[in-house]
């Protein structure tokens, strides 16, 4: 079997990212060059940038920084890592990671804790602990929106990023 053309190891899916975001992977294309871009929560693009990794038929591990322009309005976004296809131009073995905003749950962002959840916690009484404001709960929900589905349903043993 085939590994994939391009593989991106840094952002994890779901992974908060910071400004900028740092990516890293392993990869070939088309004479090297490769394409990234991220994209707000509406699907917008909002930077793009091109880099080198290895070259036809030859893998090279991949390291960059892309700018995040301002703060995006809503958490949720998507970084997507691709090649331009000599033949037509298409974008071709294209990864896209979905990924968090940190600067959009609270800025300024400086990562986050781990919090595993206990019998009787919420996330207001959470969000009490942390910030001292048990309204700020909808950040812990928008930071954990890949596991929580309602603010209301937490399960004791879940393990939840606490932005900081």
Do not use: C
Not at 67 to 78: C, I, L, S, Y
Not at 138 to 144: D, S, Y
């Amino acid at each position: 079997m085939t590994p994939p053309l391009i593989s991106v190891r840094q952002p994890r899916a779901h992974d908060i990212v910071d400004d900028p975001v740092e990516v890293a992977g392993v990869g070939t294309g088309f004479e090297g060059t490769l394409q990234a871009r991220l994209r707000n929560a509406g699907g917008n693009e909002i930077a793009q940038r091109h880099f080198n990794a290895g070259g036809t038929g030859i893998w090279g591990n991949f390291f960059f920084r892309i700018e995040v322009p301002g703060v995006p309005a809503r958490a949720r976004g998507t970084l997507e890592v691709y090649e331009i296809s000599a033949e037509d131009g298409s974008e071709i073995n294209k990864r896209v990671i979905p990924i968090v905003f940190g600067r959009s749950l609270i800025d300024p962002f400086h990562g986050f804790t781990i919090h595993t959840v206990e019998p009787g916690d919420t996330l207001s009484a959470i969000a009490d602990t942390f910030y001292g404001d048990p309204a700020k709960f909808q950040i812990i929900f928008a930071a954990n929106r890949n596991q929580l589905d309602d603010p209301d349903e937490i399960v004791p043993g879940q393990v939840l990023r606490i932005p900081q």
